[in-house]
């Protein structure tokens, strides 16, 4: 179980002058500029969960993995993994966690990825069973058997990510902490990645903490969400409730003929919004308002919709929505 209490980091930046000078006086200088990377945050994770830790660029979430995992300490709070605070006994914890970062790798760049492996396996001390075992199941779920004879500089970016989910995964860690994953990799790569992280946490009940910019990586994988903003949870529960809470909003993107247009088009409700998105009119509306066959009607009798296309709200979408709040109630109070 993973238990984070009134966690919080500040770090300290010199306040540097302009200049050869302003340099100078920064040596002798003892003003700082602190920045709360992350500001009083409790969540517990228990056993066998898979867990979306999203957020902005800079809210604070590679800052709270890194804690997690031992690499930073906390300015106040604490994280305790099994009871144990990482950053106190780092090799404890090690045992029972392996850490993915997306654009950084633990693997032995120039020798073949199987030695890669056969040198974690004597740091961790598998045994020559537990070793088989695991290669045979992350070969078949991560599908790396057919590129484990070659060097690791040679491997793709998607490979190489296969292979450094591998890596973390050869000891069996009973948490997998996975900052970025699948950052910069093709749709198929992704669905790799996917389908291992499920099979992990099927087969072994691995707790994995999931950080991505993808939303499609969280409404797949994670049934909770914790949405961090400045070092601050603003949302922490299912990702359904989450969903909930901006209504039942659906979404129409409609093909129609080139005179109809978004600003002359008859209205049907003001509960109904209409737009232009690459030359096709969408329709934003709230299905617990303005029910969805009202609407289907609306289209192909008043704008004579030729074709149609409807979704319901995305996570990325509401996810959005709530940042964008955020930060203009920022800007009011400045």
Known sequence: ????????????????????????????SRKYDEIRAVDGISFTV????????????????STTIKMMCGILTPTSGSVRIDGVEPYRKRRQVAQNIGVVFGQKTQLWWDIPLVESFKVLKEIYQISDADYAGRMAFLGEVLDITRFLSQPVRTLSLGERMRADLAASMLHNPRILFLDEPTIGMDVLVKEKIRQAIHALNRTY???????????????????????????????????????????????????????????????LSPELAISEEDGRLVLRFDADRLPLEQVIQYAFRELRAMDMKIAEISVGDVVKTILEQQEAEHAETI
């Open 205 to 267: 009940g691995t707790t994995v903490v999931l950080t991505t910019h993808d939303m499609t990586d969280i409404e797949d994988l994670c049934s909770r969400i914790i949405l961090l903003e400045k070092g601050a949870i603003l949302y922490d529960g299912p990702l359904k409730s989450l969903k909930n809470r901006f209504g039942n909003l659906k979404t129409l993107t409609l093909t129609v003929p080139a005179e109809i247009r978004a600003e002359t088009a008859p209205r």
């Open 46 to 61: 228990p056993d066998g969960e898979i867990v979306g830790y999203i957020g902005a660029n800079g809210a604070g979430k």
């Open 1 to 28: 179980m993973i238990e984070v209490q009134d966690l919080t980091k500040v770090f300290r930046k010199p306040v540097r002058g302009s200049g050869l000078s302003g340099m100078v006086k920064t040596l002798f």
